[in-house]
């Protein structure tokens, strides 16, 4: 394949991957997305269970989020980022509880 697909990965497991990119390359990503997947399945896939219809391969990469910012905690599954819109992105951490007092909670929202 064409280096081109080749990226720098933070992190992935069984559905997602996080990859390193640059501002210029995030601008090209959903067109590589597009070529990649076509790929994908012809020159992976397809070589190895060539009998497979198309209706039954659902393997595409998709661009779901741009972060600027991503901490990985030590357990599977727990990251926190901020997107490039601002909006922050807590996935299986629990850092602000229901009952946490207010006070605390304005704390950690001024930390992130």
Request: charged share 30%; aromatic share 14%.
């Amino acid at each position: 394949m064409d280096t081109k697909y080749c990226y720098t990965t933070n992190y992935s497991d069984t559905d997602s991957c996080h990859v390193l990119l640059g501002k210029e390359t995030v601008d090209n990503l959903h067109k590589n997305l597009e070529e990649f997947n076509i790929l994908l399945k012809e020159e992976l896939v397809k070589k190895h269970n060539p009998h497979l219809p198309d209706e039954y391969f659902l393997y595409d990469f998709e661009h779901e989020k741009t972060m600027d910012f991503m901490y990985y905690g030590d357990a599977k599954k727990r990251y926190y980022g901020i997107e490039d819109n601002g909006q922050k992105y807590i996935h299986g951490l629990n850092i602000i509880r229901k009952d946490t007092p207010w006070e605390i909670k304005d704390i950690l929202n001024m930390l992130s």
